[in-house]
């Protein structure tokens, strides 16, 4: 893929996430960790290949189509893009508005959702008046709340303690478990290291080494991303 | 922090902020618009009456210049046309005007006259049409030629059809007036939509990614601008009713003037402003929102 009349930044790429896997994709900064993942959110198109999710080509896909697939896609953007209009409690509860659920039947699972990332104290406040961390845990739980079918995170780990990106990672390994596909593009070693999990190493716009899969078998699910 | 936020009593926020310093002259221009256009609409009402007025009292009665034949006096003449014409379907009276009647119609044009005799002043008889049925000229005229009676019928109807054009002029002009008013609202907010969709930029990407749909997002300034353009339509109605009041007030029982009375049931015109600005923001804002938001994807 390529931004504007720009040089490409992603080329020759093809690889496919079973669904329920868990990867990493790391690399040097500008390597294009961020441009794969807004290839996957629908946030960019290709301008050459196709990008295949839950079994279906999006790239043909009409725009009608897209709402509907990214409802089922969380992801924690670089720069949070939270709203800061808007309480921390409704940020996190954005997704499941949008999905057209009801207030009563999530206001408990978003409480227990932004407790759990550590802001059971801050629901009300503004984004502004969070801390970097908070921020970015609050970024989290809005990408989460709404048990996502893939899980799409770009350094979500940046802004925060070590102790509290391990707690993030048991986060994301719970929603694993649960059945999220999820890929995590990370500077973080470390957490890559002390994972276990498969890792995507992206070079100027290639993936040039591909680690051994994981070890656990993944549940089965019906569908996962499969971008050729 | 002195309350512990409670995630039961939560409501959700609007996705758009409720209150932007730039609304304030988004509703100051709408306001001064549908002041405009109901004061369009009420001097439209007024002008209506004034005609219907005009016509009705024109409509109410005819008068005949009768001409004596050779050999009968004047007198007897006209006395002869009433005659004939108070038979006559669709009038309720015809009463011939003793000379000096017809004298003071004419003085304005003569000037005082002391032998009255001497002048060749026309008979006139005056008709009082059926309110309901009121007779035209053809009718009047037949029957004064079935009893032989030279006169020309002057039933106003060229003075009815000049007020009738007038009135129609005003009301044409006024239905352009109101559609140049709602155009222009419609443009204003159509622009204030585009600079709130230009500032709101980072709302309507995130509401995309979380995978709403184009007609969600564009409800939400479709509802924003319709809810600022019913405000701004409230004010503006109700400056025009409070100065159609003094204008009502100050013009005594026959409202402004005679020639525009305002009638206080014309102030109801007002009442569909509000809704009708609503309306076209709401048209306005959801044309425009949508051709943007499908761009921003
Ligand atoms: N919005 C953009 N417009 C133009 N070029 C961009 C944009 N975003 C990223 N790039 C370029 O694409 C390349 C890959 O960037 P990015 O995907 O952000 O890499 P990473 O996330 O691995 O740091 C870089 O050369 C960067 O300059
Ligand atoms: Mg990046």
């Not at chain 1, 896609?73 to 009801?102: C, E, M, W, Y």
């Not at chain 1, 550590?118 to 969070?130: F, I, S």
């Not at chain 1, 994972?195 to 994981?214: C, D, F, H, Y």
Request: proline content about 7%; overall charge neutral; aromatic content about 6%.
């Amino acid at each position: 893929m390529r931004y504007g009349r720009g040089p490409d930044v992603l080329t020759n790429l093809s690889f496919g996430l079973a669904p329920g896997s868990f990867h990493f994709v790391t690399g040097p900064s500008g390597a294009g960790k961020s441009s794969l993942l807004k290839l996957i959110y629908l946030a960019a198109k290709p301008s050459k290949g196709l990008v295949h999710l839950f079994g279906q080509d999006t790239t043909s896909a009409p725009a009608s189509a897209k709402p509907g697939l990214r409802r089922r896609i969380g992801v924690v953007f670089q720069d949070l893009t939270l709203l800061d209009h808007l309480s921390a409690f409704d940020n996190a509860a954005l997704p499941l508005r949008i999905a057209g659920r009801k207030p009563a039947d999530y206001r408990n699972d978003v409480a227990e959702l932004l407790t759990w990332v550590g802001l059971g104290q801050r629901m009300d406040a503004m984004p502004a008046t969070l801390a970097g961390g908070e921020r970015q845990r609050l970024a989290i739980a809005r990408a989460v709340v709404n048990r996502p079918d893939i899980l799409l995170a770009d350094e979500p780990t940046g802004n925060v303690d070590h102790e509290m990106a391990v707690r993030i990672f048991r986060l994301f390994v719970e929603l694993n478990r649960l059945g999220t596909t999820v890929l995590i593009a990370t500077h973080d070693q470390d957490l890559i290291a002390r994972s276990g999990r498969p890792v995507l190493l992206l070079e100027n716009g290639r993936i040039t080494a591909r680690s051994a899969p994981e070890p656990r078998p993944p549940e089965p699910r019906p569908s996962g991303p499969v971008p050729a | 922090m002195s309350e512990i936020f409670d995630p039961a009593r939560w409501r959700p926020a609007p996705f758009l902020p409720e209150k932007e310093a730039r609304d304030r002259a988004l509703i100051f221009v709408v306001a001064v618009l549908c002041f405009l256009a109901c004061l369009t609409a009420m001097g439209v009402l007024a002008a209506n009456r004034a005609a219907a007025g005009w016509t009705g009292q024109l409509n109410g009665d005819a008068t005949v210049i009768v001409r004596p034949k050779g050999g009968e006096t004047p007198d007897a003449a006209a006395a002869r046309a009433a005659e004939a014409l108070s038979g006559a379907t669709g009038v309720t009276e015809a009463r011939a005007l003793e000379p000096a009647k017809a004298y003071d119609l004419l003085r304005p044009w003569l000037g005082d006259v002391t032998d009255l005799e001497d002048l060749p002043v026309p008979r006139l008889v005056v008709v009082t049409l059926d309110a309901r049925h009121p007779a035209n000229a053809k009718q009047l005229n037949a029957a004064l030629q079935s009893q032989n009676v030279d006169a020309t019928v002057d039933d106003h109807s060229v003075w009815i059809k000049d007020i009738q054009r007038a009135g129609d002029l005003v009301r044409w002009l006024g239905v352009l007036v109101f559609l140049l008013i709602a155009a222009a609202a419609g443009a204003v907010v159509a622009f204030a939509t585009r600079a709130g969709l230009a500032a709101r930029r980072d709302v309507v990407e995130v509401l995309h990614l979380a995978g709403a749909e184009d007609g969600f997002i564009a409800r939400l300034f479709l509802t924003r601008f319709a809810r600022i353009a019913g405000l701004a339509g409230l004010i503006g109605a109700g400056a025009a009713a409070a100065l159609g009041v003094g204008l009502r007030i100050a013009g005594g029982g026959e409202g402004l003037t005679p020639a525009l009375p305002l009638a206080w049931s014309d102030l109801a015109a007002v009442l569909p402003c509000p809704l009708l600005a609503a309306l076209v923001a709401a048209v306005a804002a959801q044309v425009t929102a949508m051709a943007l938001i499908r761009d921003m994807q």
